[in-house]
């Protein structure tokens, strides 16, 4: 319901307005600057450090990672306010794009980068000021995992990581000095499944429109995920090749909906989910038995004691990634704090945090450190667990001897067929899509 | 003088309806890319909107819903409404249990709709107790995320806006007529279906307003308890507005705002609530 929040005027959206919002920046480095001056006057010792000490960032994201833990740790490592909102998907496209005053950190996905990049409202940072830069995994500089991996279909990340140089609204086409957004947080998605409602192995991406699981599947209801979703599903039935799933044509993307409208009117789906929330419900109430899950809400429905299990599946697996962009309207003090805090985050505390509930760091090895070598071994390197398992939250989520549904990090983030994306038929998309969910 | 007395109410409606809604207008012609509004005047929102059959699928399960939620809440309303102006005798009590009809509306819209998932769900209270009775084999999945739990929730939500405008007829009727009645040899459904309908008339008008405007325009309710299977009107809507279809929402709204505006229309020239109230 955090939808009825945004309600923007619509007018909102052809405004840039940047003047007042850097007359307000000048004036909050003024008053920053008075109250150093007056620190130094009362003969307190300054350092740079101090300088950022209480400066409030305003960053928003979707539910995964925008988590009170990180603010709290955020301010007690370098001082800073966090002001975290939680968002769904499609709103935080809409925020960038329509309130690009209202915050100075977005939390976006890859797709929705490539969806907002063009607007403007967001600046590359300089390559030079990130610490961590080194420790970031393959995938997001030149694509490949290990340098013989093969890079997936769609909206790789890497595609979308770049600009030639700031002020530049289009992507470049290999790596550069600017980088439009520093990864934080990415995952292999594939099917939930209830084992014990199931009662035989499952492995391909078909058995979600198997009819033996009539009025039991679900798919996500978010366009640009549920579209690769069907995809996945579409093409693994032999139904369709694709040329690029990541970047459908119109009848590839008819020929898709036309299969899932079909399976829908037959009574296939329980439900369509679009919150976390939500799948994990339909999921521990068995009203669903197969589904698109994400990996958390997986070990939430396990931590209820109820069998569920993340479905390696033959075809690969979808994956999504998420990161750090700095809002065009930063500037000056504001801007060197939010420097500050994303090499902080990706200086290992908060990828362990992450890691600890199923997702991945884009700088594992920083996060070894803030890790348990039993959590590194079941998170990352999928052995089996020695102990139980609990999550950063203090659930246990797994039992001892439990091993890590689709093995190692290599395994799982090797296996990728397709990332979420965006297509330059999105629009076209957008609107079989919702004729499906209205059908 | 009297212009200066209707001025804040002017500018109040001017600033707060008459605005909003011309803005509205106006940006359903605008055309729109993945991030930006194009001012421009264009009639590709609106095609795009009539030349699709979901549009009008949509809009006939939207009326569906609205004719079946209007039948069961003036039903029930009506009874309820009945039971607390003329079996009721102290006015105490009516209040009392007045109020006591009010206490669901103390939680949230969307608490007393989630509510119903565990009773209604396919390992919920009823299919156990079903079950567990055996009177059926199998769960009934028709119970929920279907139209049957849409409707049960829409009844359940609105129900009170129904009771509360033919409570407030009935206690105007002047019980020297019902004496009448009965004196005249009328039997208790006589009078009702002679007397006592056609003087709540205003009152279900009023109700029926409310019922239809507040479904026309509802997305979350059949969001959440058709699983996300069932379209109306105004899911559509919000879904273009969730991806950035600014422009594709606006002509939805506008299109929606004349079919209410056309169903309230038809409800005043039936009823004169003015002249009524």
């Not at chain 1, 033996?212 to 979703?229: P, T, V």
């Not at chain 1, 500050?340 to 908060?350: A, K, P, Q, R, T």
Request: aromatic residues 12%; hydrophobic residues 45%.
């Amino acid at each position: 319901m955090s939808e009825d929040k945004s309600k923007d005027g619509p007018a909102n959206a052809s405004q840039s307005g940047t003047l007042s919002r850097r007359k307000v920046l000048k004036a909050g480095v003024a008053l920053a600057g008075a109250a150093v001056g007056s620190g130094a006057i009362t003969g307190f010792p300054m350092v740079w450090a101090q300088n950022i000490k209480n400066v409030t960032l305003r960053q928003f994201g979707t539910g995964v990672s925008n988590i009170n833990e990180i603010a709290k740790q955020a301010k007690e490592d370098l001082g800073i306010n966090l002001e975290m909102t939680a968002l769904d998907t499609d709103s935080t496209a809409q925020r960038v794009v329509t309130q690009p005053k209202s915050f100075d950190i977005a939390d976006i996905e890859y797709f929705t980068l490539k969806k907002v990049w063009g607007a403007g409202n967001l600046q590359p940072m300089s390559i030079a000021k990130l610490s961590e830069y080194d420790q970031i995994v393959g995938i997001f500089k030149d694509g490949k995992l290990t340098p013989d991996s093969n890079i997936a279909q769609g909206t790789a990340p890497h595609t979308v990581s770049f600009v030639e140089s700031p002020g530049d609204t289009t992507f470049a086409g290999g790596m550069t000095d600017w980088y439009t957004m520093v990864p934080t947080i990415y995952n292999a998605d594939t099917l939930g499944i209830r084992p014990d409602l199931i009662g035989r192995p499952i492995d391909s991406w078909t058995e979600l429109l198997n009819p033996e699981f009539r009025g039991k599947a679900s798919i996500l209801n978010i366009s640009s995920i549920g579209i690769m979703d069907a995809a996945m599903v579409c093409e693994a039935m032999g139904e369709i090749q694709y040329g690029d799933k990541g970047n459908m044509t119109r009848e590839e993307i008819d020929k898709t909906m036309e299969i899932f409208t079909e399976a829908k009117k037959a009574g296939q789906f329980r439900a369509f989910w679009k919150t976390f929330d939500e799948s994990v419900n339909l999921m521990s109430s068995g009203e669903v038995v197969i589904q698109s899950m994400w990996s958390p809400a997986i070990s939430k429905v396990r931590s209820m004691g109820i069998p569920c299990i993340y479905q390696p599946l033959k075809e690969g697996y979808r994956s999504w990634g998420g990161g750090l962009a700095l809002s065009a309207n930063l500037s000056g003090l504001e801007l060197d704090a939010a420097y500050e805090y994303i090499n902080w985050y990706l200086s290992g505390w908060v990828g362990g945090l992450l890691m600890r509930q199923g997702y991945y760091s884009a700088a594992p090895s920083t996060s070894k450190a803030h890790m348990s070598e039993d959590e590194w071994g079941y998170w990352f390197e999928g052995k089996p667990a020695q102990a139980d398992i609990i999550n950063p939250f203090g659930q246990k989520v797994e039992s001892a001897g439990a091993v890590r549904d689709g093995g190692s990090f290599y395994d799982r983030m090797g296996r990728v067929a397709c990332w979420n994306s965006v297509m330059d038929e999105n629009r076209y998309m957008v609107r079989k899509w919702n004729e499906f969910i209205a059908a | 003088m009297p212009y200066l007395q209707i001025l804040p109410l002017t500018l109040t409606l001017l600033v707060f309806l008459v605005a909003p809604v011309g803005l509205i207008g106006v940006v359903s012609f605008w055309d729109y890319t993945e991030f930006n509004l194009i001012p421009d005047f264009v009639w590709t929102n609106y095609r795009e909107l009539f030349e699709s059959r979901v549009t009008y699928s949509i809009y006939l399960s939207t009326l569906k819903f609205t004719a079946l939620t209007w039948v069961f809440t003036t039903l029930i309303g009506f009874t309820v409404a009945y039971f607390l102006a003329f079996h009721v005798r102290t006015l105490r009590w009516q209040i009392t249990l007045f109020l006591i009809c009010t206490i669901p509306f103390w939680t949230s819209n969307i608490i007393r709709m989630i509510a119903w998932i565990p009773v209604l769900g396919r390992h919920g209270l009823i299919n156990e107790a079903l079950l567990g009775s055996g009177l059926v084999d199998t769960p009934q999945e028709w119970l929920l995320y279907s139209d049957f739990a849409v409707v049960l929730a829409f009844v359940h939500l609105y129900t009170l806006f129904m009771v509360v405008p033919i409570f407030n007829s009935m206690m105007r009727i002047d019980r020297a007529v019902i004496e009448a009645a009965y004196d005249a040899g009328a039997g208790p459904w006589r009078t009702i279906r002679h007397v006592v309908l056609p003087l709540c008339k205003p009152g279900i008008a009023i109700g029926s307003i409310f019922i239809v405007t507040l479904v026309m325009s509802d997305y979350v309710t059949v969001q959440m308890m058709s699983g996300g299977q069932s379209a109306s009107v105004a899911v559509a809507m919000n879904n273009k507005r969730a991806l950035l279809q600014y422009p594709a929402a606006a002509a939805d709204a506008v299109v929606l705002l004349g079919v209410v505006l056309l169903m309230v229309v038809g409800l005043m020239r039936i009823v004169n609530v003015r002249k009524e109230l």
